[in-house]
C-alpha cells in the first residue's frame, strides 16, 4: 500500500467512489485509476506536498520526469496524466481545487513501434489451408486479398462487387480521405476470390452490393473481420494471434523486403506520407547478417583448421 498523507489519498478515495457509483467504472478501471493517482500522492507527499490545491504544474513536471527516470514509456505516464486531469476535474467539481495543474502537460513521445510482421512461410502455410464451408472459403477471399493488395481493414469491409475486375486483376478501394486507388490483385487471391464469387449467391442477394458479407446476406462488419481471421489463425494452428493490421504490415513488409522500392509501396498503401511507409523499412538484421556473411567476399568467415 502507498505511504502517504490522509489528506492526499483521502480525496482519491472518494474519486474513486465517485467512477464507481456515479460513472459505473468497472473495478478494473478503478483500481488502475486508484493505483496511477496514488503513486502520485506519495510522490507528492515526499515533497512535502499534502493538499491537492499547492500542487502546481513544475510538480506535476518533475513528477513526468520522476516516472520517466524511473523507466515508464510514453504511454504509461500518458495514462497517468489522463488520471490526474481527471480527478482534478472531480475536485474541481467538487470545489477542493481551484484549477487543473495537468491540463498543459504531455508525456514525453515514445518510440515508434515496429509493426509486428508475419513469417512467409508460416502466412503462405496458413493461406494454403483449404476452407471448409461457403463462410470459410469467403474467409480465405477476404484474406488473400488484404494481404495480397495491402488493404486496411475499412478498405476490405467496403470494396463493393463492381470494383473487382478479376480479368485484369485489380481492384478499386476507397481509402482515408475518400481518395480512391487502384491495386494490383495477386494469382492466389484472384483464386481465392472466384471461389468465393461461385458460392456468394447463396448468402447475397442480387441487389447486395458488397463483396463480401456476413452469414445473413448483410455486409460484413470490421468486427467479424477480426473475429474470422483470428479464428482462422487460432483453428489453422498459427502460431501468432492473426489480425487484420499483420496482412498489411506483412505485405508492406515482405514486398519492400523484395523489391527495396519505398515509393511503389507508399503508393499501393495509399499513405499521404512516405515517412508513415518507412516504418515497414526494418528487415530482421539475423536475415541481412546472413546474406552479408554468405555474400561478401571480404566478409565470409576463415574455415576452420580441417574444413573442406
Excluded at 495480397?148 to 463493393?160: F, H, K, P, Q, Y
Amino acid at each position: 500500500m502507498p505511504v502517504a498523507a490522509a489528506s492526499l489519498l483521502e480525496p482519491v478515495a472518494a474519486f474513486i467512489r465517485h467512477l464507481a457509483a456515479e460513472r459505473r467504472q468497472s473495478p478494473r478501471t478503478c483500481d488502475s485509476y486508484y493505483r496511477d493517482l496514488a503513486r502520485l500522492a506519495e510522490y507528492l507527499d515526499g515533497q512535502a506536498l499534502t493538499d491537492w490545491r499547492r500542487v502546481d504544474s513544475h510538480a506535476l513536471r518533475r513528477y513526468v520526469a520522476e516516472l520517466s527516470r524511473s523507466g515508464l514509456g510514453g504511454r504509461s505516464i500518458a495514462r497517468h496524466l489522463s488520471a490526474t486531469r481527471r480527478f482534478y476535474d472531480y475536485l474541481l467539481r467538487e470545489k477542493r481545487a481551484t484549477d487543473n495543474p495537468a491540463l498543459d502537460i504531455r508525456a514525453p513521445r515514445s518510440g515508434r513501434r515496429l509493426p509486428r510482421v508475419a513469417d512467409v512461410d508460416q502466412l503462405n502455410q496458413l493461406l494454403d489451408s483449404q476452407p471448409d464451408d461457403p463462410l470459410e472459403i469467403r474467409d480465405l477471399a477476404m484474406f488473400e486479398l488484404m494481404y495480397s493488395s495491402g488493404l486496411r481493414l475499412a478498405e476490405l469491409a467496403g470494396v463493393t462487387r463492381d470494383a473487382l475486375d478479376l480479368a485484369s486483376g485489380e481492384i478499386r478501394v476507397l481509402g482515408k480521405g475518400r481518395k480512391e486507388r487502384l491495386l494490383p490483385v495477386g494469382r492466389k487471391a484472384r483464386e481465392a476470390l472466384r471461389a468465393w464469387l461461385a458460392v456468394r449467391p447463396s448468402l447475397a442477394g442480387e441487389g447486395q452490393p458488397a463483396l463480401f458479407v456476413s452469414r445473413r446476406g448483410d455486409p460484413i462488419s470490421t468486427r467479424s473481420i477480426q473475429a474470422r481471421l483470428g479464428r482462422w489463425g487460432i483453428t489453422k494452428g498459427a502460431e501468432q494471434r492473426l489480425h487484420p493490421h499483420l496482412l498489411r504490415h506483412s505485405f508492406a513488409s515482405h514486398l519492400l523486403e523484395s523489391s527495396g522500392d519505398l515509393r511503389a509501396v507508399q503508393e499501393l498503401l495509399g499513405h499521404a506520407d512516405i515517412a508513415t511507409t518507412q516504418i515497414y523499412t526494418h528487415l530482421d538484421f539475423q536475415h541481412l547478417a546472413r546474406v552479408y556473411d554468405q555474400s561478401h567476399p571480404r566478409a565470409r568467415r576463415a574455415r576452420r583448421d580441417g574444413e573442406d
